[in-house]
């Protein structure tokens, strides 16, 4: 047998490529950081097939049972053994659990393989074996649930030494039972160890049901441990009638940690009964704590809380209103639209969080409620509600506040299908006030628009005949939608004779979506009568000059903002123009920065784009200029920017 095994063993470590001799000899004289013989054992495992662990499990029990093997050479077959071992190696194994140092490693072999026999060695260990291992082998027990353990444990739960009488209780509570329990409900433990005692009473009533887990619980609350509020969770499950009263005692009293425990409980904690007697005791509350409370039955999601909290949306106590208000927000539902709609802005805030179209049905519905069309318009856009044709209907209200939140509604919620009968309403209105409100809808409408010149057609319709603060924000939106009828629309604006027109006219140029208002704007910087009007006309016109997505090839830029410096007598158009001639790289672009480097309130801007200008035009040129612009930087007071004027020459000499 030896022989064959030698042989199975040489073939599978040549198979690994491991070049040494007998592993398991190796194994049983390890130590520590000598030597590889645990990873060389590790390795031939991994490598040897599953038919042939039992030859594995031979040689590791070999290991075990040697005398002349070291602890450590048995530690580690006691852990290779967790992965093979099998009821063969229980004797061997076994034989080390009173040994202090090797007794937690045998443990483990026993525990995981969970067999009655290994359940059976490590309860026949427990009587003799050394105090120092007796918890850890009782900590096995109880991983285990072995329940012929019990009366043993229940002698070591008084031990003189804690530890172990400790370790005892603890695994009493993980066996759990009617016999374990019996022990633990009659124990008087030390001091010292009464949270163990505690833990111990909670784990076993979780192995129980009825009135034996209740009476472990009940034994847990009447002290005054920290784990209280778990035995009334646990007790809440077993015996719901007598958790749900000790509860509502809970609240009433003066039990800081139990107060705050039962609140949780509420919050999350399943009970048919439960809620009803949580929305019961509101009654009984004073005002804080019944705010606390209804903030719970809020959190707790229970519609059938709902009654009793909305009976707290009329009390005088502002913090109990708010709470039953926002509580509704998470159990309301349609009836109770009504009733948060007259609690004011809090009440909009909790109707937004109740789901269901019903709900905005019911809004819409209160809208015939002269008191409630306000709040319920707002509640309509923080829903976003489909809501645009009964706002529409409110446009006509005999109430100003009414008209105006319907238009501030639709400015929320209309889309640009809604544009035509907007601006038909909008442009209606002859109050200056509330024809603002209307066309401020309006303009936004436009502005999110996905075909802006579309929506600015239906609205142009109308310009004609609109008094002028109502033109004002038409000529605005014309600068978005910058179709032909917009620049059409502007130019009635400027011909008007109306200087307020014509300086939105301008305005509305400068802002302009497109090149088609450059040669309107160029013109108007040469004459405009007011030099504010022919300042904000030149800012346009170079600002589009240097506009993204725009039909300007780099050479209409350039000449753009050649035009412009022509006109520029001030720095800060000229930096406008520095900034647009990024776009426009051409040799148009090194004659201005040449001229702007000359200039020294322009240098600091110029310098960089120079650089950049004349090392992209260095064979392109002009060279003269390419040449001129470097010598410049030479001078700057920038080392980076001046090192950049070298490099450009060094090149240009090449």
């Not at 163990?196 to 049901?209: N, P, Q």
Request: net charge positive; aromatic share 2%.
């Amino acid at each position: 047998m030896m022989k064959k095994m030698a042989t199975i063993m040489t073939a599978v470590c040549l198979a690994a490529g491991i070049s040494y001799g007998d592993v398991w000899q190796d194994l049983a004289k390890y130590k520590y950081g000598e030597g590889n013989a645990a990873d060389a054992a590790e390795q031939l495992l991994q490598k040897t097939p599953v038919a042939r662990h039992g030859e594995i499990e031979d040689s590791l029990i070999a290991v075990v049972s040697s005398k002349e093997a070291t602890q450590d050479g048995k530690a580690c077959a006691c852990r290779m053994l967790q992965q093979v071992g099998t009821g063969k190696c229980i004797p061997a194994v076994a034989g080390l659990l009173k040994d202090e140092v090797l007794s937690q490693y045998a443990r483990l072999v026993l525990e995981r393989m969970g067999s009655v026999e290994s359940d059976s060695a490590l309860l026949a260990a427990l009587d003799g074996a050394p105090d120092a291992v007796k918890p850890g082998i009782m900590g096995s027990l109880g991983a285990r649930r072995v329940v012929n353990a019990v009366k043993p444990l229940a002698k070591l739960a008084g031990h003189s030494d804690p530890a172990v009488a400790a370790a005892a209780i603890g695994a009493l509570g993980r066996i759990g039972g009617t016999s374990a329990a019996g022990i633990l409900r009659k124990l008087k433990p030390a001091e010292s160890l009464v949270p163990v005692h505690t833990d111990a009473l909670l784990d076993c009533a979780r192995s129980l049901t009825g009135s034996r887990a209740a009476a472990l619980y009940e034994q847990v609350l009447a002290g005054k441990s920290l784990q209280r509020v778990g035995a009334l969770a646990g007790l809440l499950a077993v015996h719901e009638k007598k958790a749900v009263a000790l509860m509502v005692g809970f609240l009433k009293g003066d039990d800081a940690q139990m107060y705050g425990g039962v609140l949780t409980l509420v919050c999350g904690e399943k009970s048919a009964a439960l809620t009803k007697v949580m929305t019961d005791a509101l009654a009984t509350l004073p005002d804080a704590k019944k705010a606390a409370l209804i903030t719970a039955l809020g959190a707790r999601g229970d519609t059938a809380a709902m009654n009793g909290i909305v009976g707290c949306v009329a009390s005088t106590n502002e913090m109990v209103r708010t709470a039953a208000v926002m509580a509704l927000g998470k159990i309301g539902n349609e009836g109770t639209v009504k009733l948060l709609l007259g609690a004011g802005g809090s009440g909009t805030e909790a109707l937004v969080k109740i789901p269901g179209d019903g709900v905005n049905d019911a809004i819409v519905q209160a809208l015939a409620d002269n008191a409630l069309k306000v709040p319920a318009i707002k509640a309509l856009v923080s829903r976003n509600a489909a809501a645009v044709p009964a706002l529409f209907k409110l446009l006509d209200d005999q109430d100003r506040e009414v008209r105006k939140a319907a238009w501030n509604g639709l400015r929320s919620l209309a889309t640009e299908e809604d544009i035509a009968p907007m601006a038909k309403a909008a442009f209606a209105i002859k109050d200056k006030a509330e024809l603002s409100d209307a066309v401020v809808a309006v303009r936004r409408i436009c502005a999110q628009a996905r075909d802006k010149a579309k929506c600015f057609e239906v609205v142009a319709s109308y310009y004609d005949s609109a008094p002028d603060g109502a033109k004002e924000t038409v000529l605005e939106m014309a600068s978005i939608a910058g179709n032909a009828t917009a620049l059409t629309t502007v130019k009635k604006a400027l011909g008007s004779g109306n200087k307020e027109l014509y300086g939105s006219g301008i305005r509305s140029l400068a802002a302009w979506c497109n090149e088609s208002a450059a040669g309107d704007l160029l013109d108007l910087a040469k004459s405009a009568p007011k030099e504010n009007e022919r300042i904000l006309a030149l800012q346009g016109y170079i600002r589009i000059a240097g506009m993204d997505n725009v039909g300007l090839t780099e050479g209409q830029r350039a000449e753009m903002c050649m035009a412009a410096d022509g006109l520029a007598t001030r720095a800060d158009e000229k930096k406008l123009i520095i900034g647009s001639l990024q776009k426009g790289r051409t040799a148009i672009a090194l004659t201005l920065m040449n001229k702007y480097l000359d200039d020294d309130g322009l240098r600091n801007d110029a310098e960089g784009f120079a650089a950049e200008m004349a090392e992209r035009r260095i064979k392109e040129g002009p060279a003269a200029e390419v040449k001129e612009i470097a010598n410049k930087l030479l001078t700057s007071k920038n080392a980076g920017i001046a090192d950049r004027g070298k490099k450009i020459l060094a090149q240009m000499g090449k």
